[in-house]
């Protein structure tokens, strides 16, 4: 078949490198006027990294291995400590953070040269019988036999499907950076992640002397941001134990990164005759579990999966993904949507979860790691 993927980011290009080898022939089409090269880090869980093993791209030599996420409080109190090698130990795959630029760079590799077409903004898209068209905003279309909607947040795909107010803004927002910090935590394999009642910040070592670190306030929607966001975030965190207060300070203005959390309601069928969608575009969540990149990669994975089997109408196919793929990231969504990195838990409860709770939990958010146990 011949399919159009709109949106050239993570979902875009995983999703072109697993139909790409189930033997269609496809193409992207991105509103940026080149690869982009900015964000911050992600973690890759080990369904993550699964997935991507299949679609052919390693994560060797970028980004840093995490093997243990300890929960602290603002006082610096061990609240609870997860031991995510075990995880790594179950399904053969680390979980690593990764600079996205690093990740977008290998999931590109070995693609077509022309393969994306980049400063195309798709304006709206329309299918008569078995064909797909995507307009876009210099007044072009590109015709397919099926269109996948790796859009993101802002989705065109989504709300010519769903219409528009489908994603409503949750109750927090994230000030995030990647930078150099020197600190102790820089070059371990160890994440923390810190809440008290002024919010939390979560520190994540991610390879070659970089931290991830970022801070989450509550926040309600229209709410202004502040004119000075570092002075405001050393204002409200910079009296936490260490080393919340050495981060503040060699953290800058131009590191500085904010985004506001949202969510929609996953639908058991998100996609309509001959249209799909994958990513953010069909699960918007708040940013609490760290599974967002890894529920997109889920979801090219399974869709390579569905449209490589022969004989069945393509419709039949984009529902059967759908469905697959439903139970998995709905359990996400939900719990994601409580925002549990915001949790005050107090600490001699939080120690009754085992430490391995996140090995079984990872088995299910996803449809890679429990095809593989099947």
């Known amino acids: 078949m011949d399919i159009l993927v709109i949106g050239a980011g993570v979902g875009g290009l995983a999703a072109a490198r697993g139909l790409l080898a189930a033997g269609h022939r496809v193409r992207l089409y991105d509103q940026a ?6 964000g911050k880090a992600l973690l890759v869980w080990s369904n993550g990294n699964a997935v991507l093993d299949d679609l052919g791209v390693s994560l060797e030599g970028v980004g840093a291995r995490i093997d243990r996420i300890d929960a602290l409080t603002s006082g610096g109190r061990l609240r609870t400590s997860m031991d995510i090698a075990h995880a790594t130990d179950r399904y053969g795959f ?17 693609l077509p040269d022309d393969i994306v077409h980049y400063g195309l903004a798709c304006r709206s898209v329309t299918q008569d019988g078995g064909r797909v068209t995507a307009t876009f905003a210099d007044g072009s279309t590109a015709t397919g036999d099926v269109l ?19 994603v409503r803004p949750a109750t927090f927002g994230t000030w995030q950076g990647l930078s150099p910090i020197d600190i102790d935590i820089t070059d371990t394999t160890r994440h923390l992640m810190i809440s008290g009642r002024e919010g939390a910040c979560g520190l994540m070592p991610a390879g070659k002397g970089l931290l991830q670190w970022w801070f989450d306030v509550r926040r309600s929607p229209g709410d202004p941001r502040p004119a000075a966001p570092l002075a405001e975030l050393r204002r409200r965190f910079g009296h936490w134990a260490s080393p919340v207060p050495e981060v ?3 953290a800058t203005e131009d590191d500085l990164e904010f985004f506001g959390h949202h969510w929609n309601q996953v639908r058991k069928v998100w ?19 760290g599974q967002g990149a890894n529920q997109t990669l889920e979801d090219a994975w399974v869709l390579g999966r569905e449209l490589a089997e022969d004989g069945d109408d393509p419709e039949v196919r984009l529902r059967a993904y759908e469905k697959a793929r439903y139970p998995h990231i709905s359990l996400v969504s939900r719990l994601a949507k409580r925002n549990p990195a915001n949790w005050r838990v107090p600490p001699l409860i939080a120690r009754l979860v085992p430490e391995t709770y996140q090995t079984a939990m990872l088995a299910r958010f996803s449809n890679r790691l429990t095809a593989a146990a099947g």
């Open 33 to 38: 006027p080149a690869r982009r090269t900015g």
């Open 94 to 110: 680390p979980t690593q953070a990764v600079p996205r630029r690093y990740l977008l760079e290998r999931l590109a590799e070995g």
């Open 248 to 250: 503040l300070a060699a």
């Open 148 to 166: 996948v909607g790796a859009d993101g947040h802002h989705s065109v795909v989504r709300r010519t499907l769903w219409g528009d107010g489908t």
């Open 271 to 289: 996609g309509e005759g001959r249209i799909t969608l994958v990513g953010d575009a069909a699960h918007t969540m708040p940013p609490t579990l």
